[in-house]
């Protein structure tokens, strides 16, 4: 097989899982075993740079960074659509229909509005050419880098696919991702994204598609733009065509032909779009037929086809009684309101997030205030404004020093100030927060031990947040090390809350109990034994460590020593310094320009030095293929980690545990390790000289593709020199070294 065959079929391979996994929710390998077809897949494209394709899956965790987007016009105007409100409003709609289109059953199709951001997307020859964003309605931003990175999304049709297929839909954050990468920023002291819609536009908006391509950000279709090659004559024929393509299609959705119908579909999507896994605002009304959707045009603004029935947002006024602190991981505090309790998308809600203390003060946000409660992405319940009408006279502004009399109000150890500066809107925006910096604080405890036993980390049995309290409170174990030495029978005494009892009285204490002391017991020996590094160095909860990082330390290193002492992070760290340095350096930095000619030219020398120093060191670790989640902040993340007393301690224990958790990803050279399978030459290397049937270049890349190397001249470490008409000088010296001499015909049979 050749090598542009094999990349092909690779490349195949890997859109097919991405389907099954993105689309069916039907995955058929591990994580592993497509990381494995992954790196296959780049190994073989960076030998041949000829057959790069920008549709190619590894093009999906981004590219270079864009100096700006290029517009690009659209082949149809992006409309709006119709907003309704009431059920008067449909009804009126509905009769429109009815009388332009002269007939009483008019067949409608329902389907949720999805609260994202619109964007289009054009195959050409089953291919998908570019994308872009909605902009003005007729000109759009040219997003394609990002789209790309988009795992839903097809990067390629079948074969039956239309000449040029242009589908329209929505980009989105899931709920759970948003949720997740909003607790991370908190845990970072970067301002939160007030809903998922914001978090897709400005991940969207980013310039770096690499960045992009490590939020989650999805696709579904519901529109299309224009099309040729192929006729469509109803949205079911549109989605069968989606359908076919591998293209996320928008469900549930439901037919009808009467107002009735449609009344009782919008009350059941209104019940239905909580359980959804992403925003909805709405739902849309569309005709079915498209020779009627042509009959019925379009104004300027929207189609007369189409109108968006919208749900009131879910925000209700509340009080806020109170301000509490609570401390995170990391040991970040953030201020929580405590409500009169509220019913919320389906839950009661009594706290709230306030994110930190500039969102507080930038809201004016008071004890006493009534204040507007939402679900941020259906999951995190967060203040939103003040009701300021409701405004009591004594209402206290929040400072979280004074609150808490500058001391954490867990272990009372003094709270530290930090304020971290960030773009927002092009406008900088400073970010204020508090710490506890007190390595012992029990509440970093619970967090810590609750961390390093949930599902994605460790996943122990019966070990959640209520039972982390009680253990670090009895100071059976107040970091996740300690787990390992607990004994079975103080476990099981261990005495957790009170029940509430059916009366509304409270029971005794409770025990942990021998069963449930078993099973923890089991389930951390089982850790210690089976579970892989990378879920291990994910579970230490070392800032800026999270699962992508972790799995990407495990590909490189083999253990959890092996990453604190590693040469590979050095560099990445020495690299990150010496480009803030060439940064600082460079006589084109705006914020420090050369005051003079000289100091111009030995700023240019430095520059340019270090821009060397730099480049060594990359291609140094080039053949490591390090994804950008191991970078500069996280390199330099695990160094503070391990060079603190915690970090220090931590080895320690782990090592006197003798707890040896095993990669099973380890693959630090993906070079090497693909080219170490069965291939005919692997191991070998080869000299080439004089002339043969075709280019030395053709036999180079051939006997790489097959495992061996090529060297340009011959030592006593060369296995084999392969010789054409008019390369005796060399023969000779291969001879006195003892040195393979081939011909081009023995070469090609030691190939088959
Ligand atoms: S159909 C001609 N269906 O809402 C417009 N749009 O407010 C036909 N949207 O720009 C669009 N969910 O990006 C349609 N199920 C859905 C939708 C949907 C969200 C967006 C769309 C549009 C915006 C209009």
Known sequence: MSAAERIAELRTELERHNRLYYIDADPVISDAEYDRIFRELETFEAAHPELNDPNSPTKRVGGAPLEGFEQ????????????????EEVENFYKRLQKNLGTTAVPV??????????????????????????????????????????????LSLPDSAPALLEVRGEVFMPNAAFAKLNEEREEQGLPAFANPRNATAGTLKQLDSRAVAKRPLAFIAHGLGSLEGAELKSEAAF????????????????????????????RELDEKRHHLPYQTDGAVIKVASFPSRTALGATSRAPRWSAAFKYPPEQKPTLLKGITAQVGRSGILTPVAELDPVALSGTTVSRATLHNESFIHERDIRIGDTVLAHKAGEIIPEVLSVVQEKRPSDSKAFSMH????????????????????????????????????????????????????????????????????????????????????????????????????????????????EKKAQLLLASLKSAASSQPLSRWIFAMGIPQIGE??????????????????????????????????????????????????????????????????????????APYQISPDIGAVASHCLKTYFDSEHGEQFLERFAKLALHPKSNNFAPKPAEAAAAGDLPLTGSSFVITGTLSQGRGEFKSLIEEKGGKVTGS????????????????????AITLGVTVISESDFLEMLS
């Open 548 to 621: 992508s990082a972790s799995k990407e330390l495990s590909r490189l290193h083999e253990s959890i020593p092996d990453v604190a002492q590693s040469e590979i992070l050095n560099t990445v760290r020495r690299i990150a310094d010496l480009e803030a340095e060439r940064k600082e350096t460079s006589p084109q930095n705006k914020d420090n320009p050369p005051t003079n000619e000289t100091e111009k030219e030995d700023r240019k020398k430095a520059h340019d030095l270090l821009k060397t120093q730099i480049a060594d060191l990359q291609s140094e670790i």
């Open 109 to 154: 199709t329902i389907e949720p509005k999805i609260d994202g951001v619109a964007a289009t997307i054009i195959y050409r020859h089953g291919v998908l050419d570019y994308g872009a964003t909605r902009g003005d309605g007729t000109t759009g931003d040219d997003v394609t880098a990002n789209l790309r990175t988009i795992r839903a999304l097809p």
């Open 402 to 513: 004074e609150h808490l009399d500058g001391k954490c109000p867990a272990c009372e150890a003094p709270i530290v100030k930090r304020e971290n500066t960030v773009d927002r809107d092009g406008q900088p925006y400073t970010v204020v927060t508090w710490w506890c910096e007190n390595m012992s604080c029990p509440e970093k405890a619970v967090a810590g031990l609750t961390h390093f036993a949930q599902r994605k980390s460790l996943d122990l049995d019966g070990l959640g947040e209520s039972v982390a309290i009680k253990l670090v409170e009895s100071g059976l174990a107040t970091s996740p090390l300690d787990l390992f030495e607990l004994d079975q029978e103080s476990l099981a005494n261990l005495l957790l809350d009170p029940a509430k009892l059916q009366t509304g009285e409270t029971s005794k204490p409770r025990r942990f109990g």
């Open 239 to 266: 989605r069968e065509l989606l359908e076919a393509s591998g293209i996320p299609r928008n469900e549930p959705l439901w037919k009808t032909d009467s107002l009735a119908g449609v009344l009782e579909a919008i």
């Open 72 to 87: 690009v016009p659209h082949l149809v105007p992006m409309l709006s659509i119709d907003d309704v409100f009431e059920e």
């Open 714 to 733: 011959i030592s006593k470490n060369t296995d084999y020199l392969l010789i054409g008409e008019g390369g005796g000088s060399k023969r000779d010296k």
